[in-house]
Nanobody, 126 residues
């Protein structure tokens, strides 16, 4: 069993940045895939980023690539999402997730991930 806790959300003006953190219980290692999703009111949960192994491989949807950066520190069981050039449409609850043995072909599907945090609210004002 893995427990995940997000932090770092808040209120920021358009164009600003936030660094979100995800702390995992126990000791996650390179066999775990870690990722971020977000969900805005009235919308489905949306894939944001994933990171494999020791951090050498990352995956983003085309719409977010270049603005968001995912990273991890396996020695501290921590995972991060650096969000830059934030827009009002980025407003959502951001969730971290984890799973072992996750294929690239299904990484963007929320129902393929085993472990979830409770989320942290990101609000971007215009």
């Amino acid at each position: 069993q893995v427990q995940l806790v997000e932090s770092g959300g808040g209120l920021v003006q358009a164009g600003g940045s936030l660094r979100l953190s995800c702390a995992a219980s126990g000791r996650t290692d390179s066999t775990y895939v870690m990722g971020w999703f977000r969900q805005a009111p009235g919308k489905e949960r949306e894939f944001v980023a994933a990171i494999y192994g020791g951090g050498g491989y990352t995956y983003y949807p085309d719409s977010l690539r270049g603005r968001f950066t995912i990273s991890r520190d396996n020695t501290k069981s921590m995972m991060y999402l650096q969000t830059n050039s934030l827009k009002p449409e980025d407003t959502a609850i951001y969730y971290c997730a984890a799973r072992r043995l996750l294929k690239i072909s299904t990484v963007a599907s929320p129902n393929k991930w085993d472990y979830w945090g409770q989320g942290t609210q990101v609000t971007v004002s215009s």
